[in-house]
């Protein structure tokens, strides 16, 4: 676990109290924006439906509860790291979601659909044509979706946040995107972003042991020469 700790601290910083209260008046500002827009989604969402956002590598989904609110899975490395519920609370960041994805945990969570889409399009029962099963009548969808909530052992493979929807909405945990996964993991590992933060780990750990064997050294070789004279 520690390891872990020590990674987290180096990719999520925390934020300092002046730029806390900016965005304390950005997230009143937000809310009113949500507060309209929350309702205008309600007009066209149901309760259950599958929400589809197209990511980079993936397509993330999720399940609509109503009142503007999505359940969805997510990796993700606060609720290993932190019991700050406060802290889990907040947006995932990309630093959080990679370091999930590298520690298998993450967690089902309901957040905003702005927070959820985040600015990309939203497909609405997508996958209704896709799987062979009918969908599960609306509200149990969402009840399923919200049972499962709280922290979840993530695998890219075996549960993802498709195995999730799916799971929720045809009651059967398949993953399409499962029969893709060594395409999508190549462009994981060649994407510059993750070679980098290999490179920086990597340098990390080298360095740490250079101290560590610097250290040794120092302390045995004074009694080394000791022995020999
Ligand atoms: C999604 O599917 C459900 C049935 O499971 C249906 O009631 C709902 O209207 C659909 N939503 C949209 C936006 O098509």
């Given at each position: 676990m520690f390891p872990l700790q020590l990674l987290a601290l180096i990719f999520i910083s925390t934020p300092t109290p002046d730029l806390k209260k900016r965005r304390q008046g950005e997230e009143e500002a937000d809310r009113q924006v949500k507060g309209r827009t929350d309702r205008q989604y309600e007009l066209v969402l149901k309760r259950g439906d599958l929400l589809e956002v197209p990511r980079t590598l993936f397509t993330h989904f999720g399940i609509y509860l109503g009142g503007g609110r999505v359940a969805h899975f997510i990796p993700d490395i606060m609720?290993?790291?932190?019991?700050?519920?406060?802290?889990?609370?907040?947006?995932?960041?990309?630093?959080?979601?990679?370091?999930?994805?590298?520690?298998?945990?993450?967690?089902?969570?309901?957040d905003s659909v702005e927070d959820f889409a985040y600015g990309s399009e939203i497909l609405v029962n997508a996958s209704d044509k896709v799987c062979s099963r009918p969908a599960l009548n609306g509200e149990e969808v969402a009840r399923r979706a919200e049972k499962?909530?709280?922290?979840?052992?993530?695998?890219?493979?075996?549960?993802?946040?498709?195995?999730?929807?799916?799971?929720?909405?045809?009651?059967?945990?398949?993953?399409?995107?499962?029969?893709?996964?060594?395409?999508?993991?190549?462009?994981?590992?060649?994407?510059?972003?993750?070679?980098?933060?290999?490179?920086?780990?990597?340098?990390?750990?080298?360095?740490?042991?250079?101290?560590?064997?610097?250290?040794?050294?120092?302390?045995?070789?004074?009694?080394l020469i000791w022995m020999a004279s």
């Open positions: 609720p290993v790291v932190s019991g700050d519920q406060i802290r889990i609370g907040q947006m995932v960041t990309n630093s959080r979601l990679l370091l999930g994805v590298l520690a298998k945990c993450g967690s089902v969570r309901v499962l909530r709280g922290h979840v052992p993530y695998s890219l493979l075996w549960y993802n946040c498709e195995h999730f929807v799916m799971y929720c909405r045809y009651g059967t945990v398949v993953s399409f995107q499962t029969f893709q996964f060594c395409k999508t993991v190549r462009k994981l590992l060649l994407s510059r972003r993750v070679a980098k933060v290999t490179a920086v780990l990597g340098a990390c750990l080298l360095l740490y042991l250079r101290a560590v064997s610097a250290a040794l050294l120092a302390v045995l070789l004074p009694s």
